[in-house]
């Protein structure tokens, strides 16, 4: 009985290794077209219910919005959803707009901010293909939304984007998931992907699922803190503020300038890390 056990289990580890090999494979030959429906199809239906929407936000949220979030700040909230976030900032005397790619749940975000007589302006859209230019006092990528893009590169390219959309002296807020995973299947897949070209590269630190009933599959990467700070220096930013799992940034050449005048080398301003 103990052999036919012990056999059982190995074939089990096997057969789950082999299934999982088969589902990053399949995401890395995939096109970020199909990806993205993924992504839509992920998000459409978090958070409905109008309780939770307004429960507002998260204590390291908070924090983070008291420090640096004033009442008439312009702020542009990527990833709003059904608003949770967004409302909350609408609340605190912000002129906020909001962009998610995901259809259903904007509608809801609109309709919550209508019964409570609030107002922000809503756009559907992922933000790396958001075509505006307009300045906002703080770019707020909303919880964990950084990991939801993927591919280093582009990751990269959408801060220098929100770059672009920030005052001088504003800053750019992002929380991130923590804890990349190690997956042998994972390593084999990205080892195949090399094999074949596509728009997008599976890397270190991403976790697919699968999306019951759709073909479809979900996406996220996580983080190392080393990973964070790379991408954002590569972006032309500083670490203003950091408790993990949410930063905040400066334009690394605004800092340039006030660090010179102060002749302060420091860049990071607080580090902290939230249990
Ligand atoms: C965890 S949900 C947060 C929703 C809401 N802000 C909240 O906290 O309840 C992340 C949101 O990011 C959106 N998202 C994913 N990729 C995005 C992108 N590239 N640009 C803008 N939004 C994106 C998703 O559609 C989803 O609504």
Redesign the pocket.
């Known amino acids: 009985m103990t052999v036919a056990r012990d056999l059982l289990r190995r074939c089990e580890r096997l057969l789950d290794g082999a299934a999982r090999f088969c589902l990053y494979t399949r995401a890395a030959l995939t096109p970020l077209s199909e990806v993205r429906k993924g992504?839509?199809a992920s998000?459409n239906d978090?958070?409905p219910d109008e309780r939770d929407i307004g429960a507002g936000l998260a204590w390291w949220e908070r924090d983070v919005a008291d420090r640096y979030v004033k009442p008439h700040d312009r702020v542009l909230v990527?990833?709003?959803?059904?608003g949770?976030?967004?409302a909350s900032l609408v609340e605190r005397g912000c002129a906020v707009t909001g962009?998610?790619?995901?259809p259903r749940?904007l509608a809801r975000a609109a309709a919550y901010l209508e019964a409570q007589g609030g107002t922000a302006a809503l756009e559907c859209a992922?933000?790396?293909d958001w075509p505006r230019e307009d300045v906002f006092d703080v770019v707020w990528f909303?919880?964990?939304?950084y990991g939801?893009?993927p591919d280093s590169s582009r990751r990269i390219a959408m801060l220098k984007k929100a770059g672009r959309n920030l005052s001088p002296g504003g800053v750019l807020v992002l929380s991130y998931p923590i804890n990349p995973p190690g997956s042998r299947a994972a390593w084999l897949a990205r080892a195949a992907q090399r094999l074949w070209t596509n728009d997008w590269v599976l890397e270190e630190g991403d976790v697919i699922g699968r999306l019951r009933n759709t073909g479809l599959f979900s996406y996220e990467h996580r983080f190392t803190r080393e990973e964070i700070e790379k991408e954002t220096r590569a972006a032309g930013f500083y670490v203003e503020w950091l408790g993990e799992p949410i930063v905040v940034l400066r334009a690394a050449a605004a800092a340039d300038e006030t660090h010179a005048r102060t002749g302060d080398q420091s860049r990071v301003a607080s580090v902290s890390v939230i249990p």
């Open positions: 992504i839509i998000w978090f958070i990527i990833g709003c959803g059904s949770r976030d967004l962009i998610d790619p995901a749940a992922f933000f790396e909303s919880w964990f939304v939801y893009v």
